[in-house]
């Protein structure tokens, strides 16, 4: 049975550009949502026939961690395993997250890091793209709040802040969590693989002169946006506490 690992986050959190950097040195297999919400057997994932079937049984299973549902992922990582020769897969979970207690009970020797990004942050990422439907409803801030509380409780954590400061340590954290042994040769080619392989839809909009992060730099947010996240009596004092700018120029409001 292949060795799972996971990497929860919200979506445009930088999940991508993490994982698959991360498993670089190592030719590790990534699994990229394969409980959903979407059926990945086609291109450009061509995961295993059975994708699409957990997909549906999580959903009928009203997104819970039913034995079922555990068997048939177990069942799908180790058919994504061998088809690409590794027997680690890292597993990422940007949507349709599990509570931390109930993933722990059904995937009990299975170690996780939580990502977070600066809401504001990513909530631009969806101005950006004009992908408004999936920010959710009022900002997004009932499904940042959640994800957030769960953040806080967890031993192994990041924030997509640390990967943009410094990613050098920043893999080495997700890997000393995941129980990966590395040297520098590791970190060097992690670093030359994010240089190098960077997210589809993030790219598009990219400043490649400066390496810029748009979602950062031109801001595409209503007013209200901003400030119902920062007058948020969780998630304004929340951003204090990690060193997020709570002024509205910021995010240009």
Known sequence: MARIVWLFSLARSGSSVSVYAAAAPFGHAVADEVMGPWDRTGEPYHYPKLQAELVRAYQAAERRLTPEVVQLAHEVHDQIAERTGSDVVISKWPHLRPEPSEWRRAFPESPAVYLIRNPLHRLNSFYRRGWLDSSGPNFDLARF????????????????DDLKRDPAAFFRRVWAAWGFAHDEGHVDQALSYMRSHYHDSSLKLSDRSTDAVMSESG???????????????FVGPFMQEQGWSVDPADYGA
């Open 145 to 160: 709040t959640q994800f957030a509380r769960w953040w806080v409780e967890q031993s192994n954590r990041v924030s997509y």
């Open 219 to 233: 801001w595409a947010l209503p007013a209200e946006a901003v400030r119902a996240n920062l007058d948020d009596p």
